[in-house]
């Protein structure tokens, strides 16, 4: 066995044995046809304030979407800049109100955090958590662009983020190159780890949109770069296999918006249910992508990684409906369901038009040098948070990915080009695992 396998069973050992202890120390066509209610509203914690005649934060994102449109534009300035966390959070309004609300929340969240890592310097713990939480929001506005640079006179272009902190600032990464696609900010807030969703496109025009749900230790703080650049990867592969195909626009986004595990042992401790919690607002979230698409419908694809594979199957699961052509489960520690048609007969094409049998398909992947494999040996089993995603016994589709690759490695070599393939459609030209 080896070494971080033998870390592993220890960490895994100690959540056994002492679960409340380390639980402690954690804490510092139109396919909508579902049923809604205001338990998305709970579960997602909008604000309580709703503009006047608004439907609720939870309400069918159609009902929601004609809203929106019936109002006159000088209305619609005014509720983004009087009820910005009603418009930034809720699905069926459109992606541009969305990121103009969430860019002004993202502003007045980083001035607090600053003036609170300011003012408590000598809180070293409280320090450190705040540190993380600047480092992830900065990351975001250096992604996003579109500040005024006072001294350049100019609008500020988006850029990549890189993994290195700025020697001037350890609140920031440095910027990278600057990035090309237009980014969108969906929904932000600093609640629990700290939410938000990216879209590097725009969702309305897409002809192909891919939904990525991270997992453990994700959040707003210092490795949202990872999601980030795993993102822009995404988009640049997609971007190189339709480079001669003519004008096709696409919709790359991080779903980050729920609690996700702060590590490993809390992925298998009371964190569990977190997924479950996600379930109705990523739900409400992919069929809001259909309520405000113009044009042809669609291909949609969801990523699960690592814990993310769990939010997304717990989203086919107890009477939820996940609206997806493809489902793409990656780095899976088990999931909730014995086989892949659990979940894809509980997913609703947004493309019905498309000549595919079957209609919804379950894709699945696992580097050679994964350690979450270790949960799948007979003496690690009981760990494992349900069936293994990669195993015949499954019956997902599995492609092959990089064989040197770790627990972050699917977005580089093959298994990359294997998820684009995936995400454009284009079956054929997926290498599959025998």
């Given at each position: 066995?080896?070494?971080?396998?033998?870390?592993?069973?220890?960490?895994?050992?100690?959540?056994?044995?002492?679960?409340?202890?380390?639980?402690?120390?954690?804490?510092?066509?139109?396919?909508?046809?579902?049923?809604?209610?205001?338990?998305?509203?709970?579960?997602?914690?909008?604000?309580?304030?709703?503009?006047?005649?608004?439907?609720?934060?939870?309400?069918?994102?159609?009902?929601?979407?004609?809203?929106?449109?019936?109002?006159?534009?000088d209305?619609?300035?005014?509720?983004?800049?009087q009820?910005?966390?009603?418009?930034?959070?809720?699905?069926?309004?459109?992606?541009?109100?969305?990121?103009?609300?969430?860019?002004?929340?993202?502003?007045?969240?980083?001035?607090?955090?600053?003036?609170?890592?300011?003012?408590?310097?000598?809180?070293?713990?409280?320090?450190?958590?705040?540190?993380?939480?600047?480092?992830?929001?900065?990351?975001?506005?250096?992604?996003?662009?579109?500040?005024?640079?006072?001294?350049?006179?100019?609008?500020?272009?988006?850029?990549?983020?890189t993994g290195?902190?700025?020697p001037?600032?350890?609140?920031?990464?440095?910027p990278?190159?600057?990035?090309?696609?237009?980014?969108?900010?969906?929904?932000?807030?600093?609640?629990?780890?700290?939410?938000?969703?990216?879209?590097?496109?725009?969702?309305?025009?897409?002809?192909?949109?891919?939904?990525?749900?991270?997992?453990?230790?994700?959040?707003?703080?210092?490795?949202?770069?990872?999601d980030?650049?795993?993102?822009?990867?995404?988009?640049?592969?997609?971007?190189?296999?339709?480079?001669?195909?003519?004008?096709?626009?696409?919709?790359?986004?991080?779903?980050?918006?729920?609690d996700?595990?702060?590590?490993l042992?809390?992925?298998?401790?009371?964190?569990?249910?977190?997924?479950?919690?996600?379930?109705?607002?990523l739900?409400?979230?992919?069929?809001?992508?259909?309520?405000?698409?113009?044009?042809?419908?669609?291909?949609?694809?969801?990523?699960?990684?690592?814990?993310?594979?769990?939010?997304?199957?717990?989203?086919?699961?107890?009477?939820?409906?996940?609206?997806?052509?493809?489902?793409?489960?990656?780095?899976?520690?088990?999931?909730?369901?014995?086989?892949?048609?659990?979940?894809?007969?509980?997913?609703?094409?947004?493309?019905?038009?498309?000549?595919?049998?079957?209609?919804?398909?379950?894709?699945?992947?696992?580097?050679?040098?994964?350690?979450?494999?270790?949960?799948?040996?007979?003496?690690?089993?009981?760990?494992?948070?349900?069936?293994?995603?990669?195993?015949?016994?499954?019956?997902?589709?599995?492609?092959?990915?990089?064989?040197?690759?770790?627990?972050?490695?699917?977005?580089?070599?093959?298994?990359?080009?294997?998820?684009?393939?995936?995400?454009?459609?284009?079956?054929?030209?997926?290498?599959?695992?025998?």
């Amino acid at each position: 066995m080896k070494f971080y396998h033998l870390i592993l069973l220890f960490i895994y050992g100690l959540v056994l044995i002492f679960p409340n202890i380390i639980s402690n120390l954690l804490v510092d066509a139109n396919p909508l046809t579902a049923p809604f209610n205001d338990i998305h509203t709970l579960i997602r914690r909008k604000s309580n304030e709703k503009p006047p005649s608004a439907p609720s934060s939870g309400a069918n994102p159609v009902q929601i979407n004609n809203w929106w449109n019936g109002l006159p534009s000088d209305n619609q300035k005014q509720i983004i800049n009087q009820f910005p966390e009603y418009i930034g959070s809720t699905d069926g309004i459109p992606t541009v109100a969305r990121d103009t609300a969430n860019r002004a929340i993202t502003e007045k969240d980083l001035r607090a955090n600053y003036n609170e890592f300011k003012n408590n310097r000598n809180l070293k713990s409280y320090v450190a958590v705040l540190k993380k939480q600047l480092i992830g929001i900065h990351d975001l506005q250096t992604r996003l662009g579109g500040k005024w640079d006072v001294k350049q006179n100019n609008q500020i272009e988006p850029r990549v983020v890189t993994g290195n902190i700025d020697p001037k600032d350890p609140t920031q990464h440095l910027p990278g190159e600057p990035a090309s696609d237009q980014p969108y900010l969906l929904g932000f807030n600093m609640e629990g780890t700290g939410h938000f969703i990216l879209s590097i496109g725009l969702p309305e025009t897409a002809d192909n949109i891919v939904t990525t749900v991270p997992g453990v230790g994700r959040g707003v703080n210092d490795v949202l770069y990872q999601d980030l650049s795993n993102n822009d990867a995404t988009a640049s592969k997609i971007s190189e296999i339709l480079k001669n195909s003519g004008n096709i626009n696409n919709a790359l986004i991080i779903w980050d918006d729920y609690d996700a595990p702060v590590d490993l042992p809390a992925a298998f401790g009371s964190s569990r249910d977190n997924a479950r919690e996600a379930a109705p607002a990523l739900e409400l979230f992919q069929q809001g992508l259909v309520a405000i698409h113009k044009g042809t419908p669609p291909h949609i694809t969801v990523v699960g990684h690592s814990f993310g594979t769990d939010v997304v199957t717990e989203t086919t699961i107890n009477g939820h409906k996940l609206v997806s052509d493809d489902a793409i489960l990656i780095g899976s520690p088990g999931v909730p369901v014995d086989h892949a048609s659990q979940i894809a007969n509980n997913m609703i094409p947004s493309n019905t038009g498309q000549n595919r049998t079957p209609r919804t398909r379950v894709w699945a992947s696992r580097t050679g040098s994964d350690p979450i494999t270790c949960l799948f040996n007979d003496f690690l089993r009981s760990f494992a948070l349900g069936t293994d995603t990669v195993s015949n016994a499954f019956g997902a589709s599995i492609f092959t990915s990089d064989p040197q690759g770790d627990h972050g490695g699917y977005w580089q070599g093959i298994g990359l080009k294997n998820m684009a393939y995936i995400e454009l459609g284009n079956y054929n030209s997926v290498e599959l695992t025998n």
